[in-house]
């Protein structure tokens, strides 16, 4: 079984931002053409007793999305410079992007195109984790430590 690149919560990380700002800092250490990895995110789902789940696919600065999305409005809700994301062709790119901007990035899209949203009592954060796509992550990727209790195991 390969270990997920990045989990939490699982103690390492304040949020989901800074869980992610930290593992696109790993993931452009890797070398170009590195597989590709899946960010995904639970939260509450429609009920109160219910979870929702989103996924973003990212290889080398490049986003895979099933939805199109208007890049200078993702922008400017997450707080980023225009150049932080725009479209490239079926993809889009967070190659200018800060690895902090390009985490509120894809805060933003789960948030406010994906429909993620933290669990009553659990404040404004919600669970976030990578996973690589293929059944052997890149020989030089780095895993975070797993948390206590998975976070993805819920059903």
Not at 122 to 141: F, K, Q
């Amino acid at each position: 079984m390969v270990e997920p690149f990045i989990e939490h919560p699982g103690g390492e990380f304040d949020t989901a931002v800074d869980a992610m700002a930290d593992a696109i800092r790993r993931l452009r250490e890797l070398p170009q053409g590195s597989n590709w990895i899946t960010f995904c995110a639970q939260g509450m789902g429609s009920r109160v007793d219910s979870y929702h789940f989103a996924e973003i696919a990212w290889r080398d600065d490049n986003l895979r999305l099933d939805q199109p999305l208007d890049a200078d409005e993702i922008a400017q809700q997450a707080g980023v410079p225009p150049s932080s994301f725009s479209k490239q062709g079926d993809m889009y790119s967070i190659h200018q992007a800060t690895p902090r901007e390009a985490a509120q990035v894809l805060d933003t899209i789960f948030r406010h195109h994906m429909g993620i949203r933290p669990h009553t009592g659990e404040g404004n954060d919600y669970a976030v984790g990578a996973e690589w796509e293929s059944s052997e992550p890149p020989a030089t990727a780095k895993s975070s430590p797993p948390p206590r209790r998975p976070w993805w195991r819920f059903w």
